[in-house]
Every structure is written in C-alpha cells, then in structure tokens.
C-alpha cells in the first residue's frame, strides 16, 4: 500500500514516528533538563577576591512547572554573591506567583535584574519557522517588523515591585551601584533592545572610575548594545533573549540568535570589539520556552554561575594576546 506522492506507507509511518519521538523528547525531557553551566572570566582588576555571579534568564513561567520551581529554588544552595536576572520572566499572564515561588529563596540575595519582552506582553501563537525567514530577511523582533497589534500585557510591574521589595536593583535604562561584603560593583543596564526600549543615551559614560568593578547587563544582545557598552570600556557585558538557538543541530549548533548577533556567539562566554576596546560577553541560554513552542533540541535549559576572577598576575603577555589565549582554552 502506497501513500501519497507514491512514498511506502511503511516509510511515511516511519518518518511520522520518528519526528513525533523527537518533538517527545524535546518537549518531554530536554525542555526540562535543567543544568548549572560554570564560566570562569578572568576579568577583575588585580587583586581582588572572586565574585561570584549567578546568571538566571528566560525562565518564561507558565502555571504547572513544577520542576522548573524546585530547581530555580535549588539555586539559591550555590550561595552566590549576587544574582542577575536578565529578563523573560513569564510565558503566561498568571504566571507571577509561581515565578516570584521559584525565585523566592534566591532574592534572599544582592541581586540586580532587566525586562524582557516577555516580562513586558504575553507570548503568541508563531510559526516556528517564522525565525528562520525573519533571518534570511534580516528582521528581528520589533527591529524591522511592524510595531506588536493586540498584544496581550504582562502583569510586569508585580514582578518589579517583587524584586524592588527584595532589595534587587532595577537596571531599566539606568544605572546602579551595589555594596557586596568585600566588592562595590557597578551596573548599567538597558531596556530590551528587541523592542526597541534601550536608551543608551540615558546611561552612558562607561564605567564607575571609584567602584571596584563595572558591568553592563541587557535581554536581547543586538549589536548595537554590544557596541555602544564595549566603546564606553565596560569589559563584561551580560545578556540573554537567545535561547542558545533552541532547537540546535548536534555537532553544528545554532541556526538562529533571534536578533542581530551571529550564531557563534549564540551562547556562553565570548568577546566583543569596538573602538580599541575588548569585552567579555556572556549570554545565557536561558531555562524556559515560550509556552506555545515548549521544545528544546541539543540546548538544555540553564542558568550560569560565572566566576569572575583578577587576571592572572603571573602572565606577563600583552593585554591582546592574554585575551585571545584565554578565549581559546576550555570554559569551565
Ligand atoms: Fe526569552
């Protein structure tokens, strides 16, 4: 017996149960794999005492995901120094309990965060595919598309009240100082650049000369950002909106950024140039979905504990060789 097109009715069932196995597993044990990924960055002056950061980004919560909640929780035991919230908080309007639940043990610590567009309007219904034509087309979000129509509004100002209330910092086009115990630390945030809510102009200047050190913090990593943070001198800049591509092909990677950044630097540890300037770039791959597209492929959902540490005082090189040595080894 023959299907359509005269392909073996055998074969047509094969194929549909091998895809339905993959969007099984991807939706049904990727999604939720849940992983710490560790990142040392040799990026503080010398002299220093390591800080430790935990990087948390697109957990996009929808009611019901239990697992999701208990690992979030399970953060808090790495005890970091401070916490960064790079925004995509929600995937569902309701979703603000169970999202400031998950968090809750981890605002118990100095933390610092940004809105996404996701914190800022509920998800829709897209052809996944859609991703894959906006690039070839060279558009990205609100960068190129029409202005959102519809759009259904996030209840984002109980997520900020939340994290005001636990002494986390805003970082919305605006800048912030925070007093660890041993470290005073810098932030300039910006507000999504994917729809184009970031005010670069309103928070330049670059870093603090009087705080020990300086970061930029930002959802969606477009270039212009990247840009503008790296000539102001900022020599660590944190991001996420990527997804690490999300749905990636084993051995190759990612096939989308879902904005203007290149696919090599999709997620983890990199570096950026401008204007004589070098600075790390971390971007997370986040540990949710948008909830009409809840699959994962070759991309496990996850937050960062960066380890930020003084330059080894031992390497004599010069500054330009000493970073590109260090960008080549192994993150750990
Ligand atoms: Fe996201």
Redesign the pocket.
Known sequence: MRARYGIPLKVTAGLAAVGAAGVAYAAGFEARSFRLRRVTVPVLPRGMRPIRLLQV??I?MVRGQRKKRAWLQSLAGLRPDLVVNT??NL?DTEGVPELLDALGPLMDFPGVYVF???DYYGPRLRNPARYLLEKAQGRHGLNGNKPVVGAVHNPWEDIRDAFDAAGWLNLTNTRARLKLRHAELAFTGLDDPHIKRDRYEQVAGGPEPDADFSMGVV?APYLRSLEAFTADGYPLILA????GGQLCVPFYGALVT?CDLDTDRVKGLSTHEAQGNRAYLHVSA?C???RFTPVRFACPPEATLLTLTPADPMITEPRENRISSLRAGPLK
């Open positions: 980004s697109d996009h925004g995509d995937s996404g567009s996701n959802h996420g909106h990527t997804h879902n986040g949710g979905t948008n």
